[in-house]
Nanobody, 121 residues
């Protein structure tokens, strides 16, 4: 019922910047929290940044001061601005949204398809 389309990944040099976008579409009554996760080869998928429906943010310690999460309520879109990128930021990045599709039902998590970020010189 809900589709998440990610964009903005690519190859960047250390110290560079990228901006990821994730747009939700489909049957959406309300979106609660939105978040970005990342998964490097051989590692688990961990939360990078999250933002609630009222704009409260939370970041992993490894990205504090470098990444900024934001959302556009009108466009049902969440962004991740990544600055001062490091090689260890290389991973597949996934967005997740907690979506209420029908009033009276429990909200459900939806995941994007992932976008690759490679930080290398």
């Amino acid at each position: 019922q809900v589709q998440l389309v990610e964009s903005g990944g690519g190859l960047v040099q250390p110290g560079g910047s990228l901006r990821l976008s994730c747009a939700a579409s489909g049957t959406i009554f309300s979106i609660y929290d939105m978040a970005w996760y990342r998964q490097a080869p051989g590692k688990q998928r961990d939360m990078v940044a999250a933002i609630t429906d009222v704009g409260t943010t939370n970041y992993a310690d490894s990205v504090k001061g470098r990444f900024t999460i934001s959302r556009d309520y009108a466009k049902n879109t969440v962004y991740l601005q990544m600055n001062s990128l490091k090689p260890e930021d290389t991973a597949d990045y996934y967005c997740k949204t907690l979506v209420l599709t029908t009033i009276g039902r429990k909200p459900t998590d939806y995941w994007g398809q992932g976008t690759q970020v490679t930080v290398s010189s």
